[in-house]
């Protein structure tokens, strides 16, 4: 059973940062994209960021590039999402997702997404 599990959300300020891991499990994602999304209360999910398991390639939105850098840890099936500059506009649930065609789009597992709150 294919499990992905976040953690690392919660409250900061304005220009504050925050790491977001996402534990992988159930299967091999060694030919899958890793991606996160986030969505905000009212608005609809959008994607984040990306990462495949093999290679170097990283996708962000224009959003977010330069502030939040993806990463991944193979041993350890575990990839990582970086916030630095957060801005209350980052508010959001972030979801992890893993799925073969990627970078931004049709994702097949996705977990149940970890609360980023940004104050002014």
């Known amino acids: 059973q294919v499990q992905l599990v976040e953690s690392g959300g919660g409250l900061v300020q304005a220009g504050g940062s925050l790491r977001l891991s996402c534990a992988a499990s159930?299967?091999?994602?060694?030919?899958?994209?890793m991606g996160w999304f986030r969505q905000a209360p009212g608005k609809e999910r959008e994607f984040v960021s990306a990462?495949?398991?093999?290679?170097?390639?990283?996708y962000y939105a224009t959003s977010v590039k330069g502030r939040f850098t993806i990463s991944r840890d193979n041993p350890k099936n575990t990839v990582y999402l970086q916030m630095n500059s957060l801005k209350p506009e980052d508010t959001a649930v972030y979801y992890c997702?893993?799925?073969?065609?990627?970078?931004?789009?049709?994702?097949?597992?996705w977990g149940q997404g970890t609360q980023v709150t940004v104050s002014s």
């Open positions: 990462i495949r398991w093999s290679g170097s390639n990283t």
């Open positions: 159930g299967r091999t994602f060694s030919s899958y994209y």
């Open positions: 997702a893993a799925g073969r065609k990627g970078p931004t789009f049709e994702y097949d597992y």
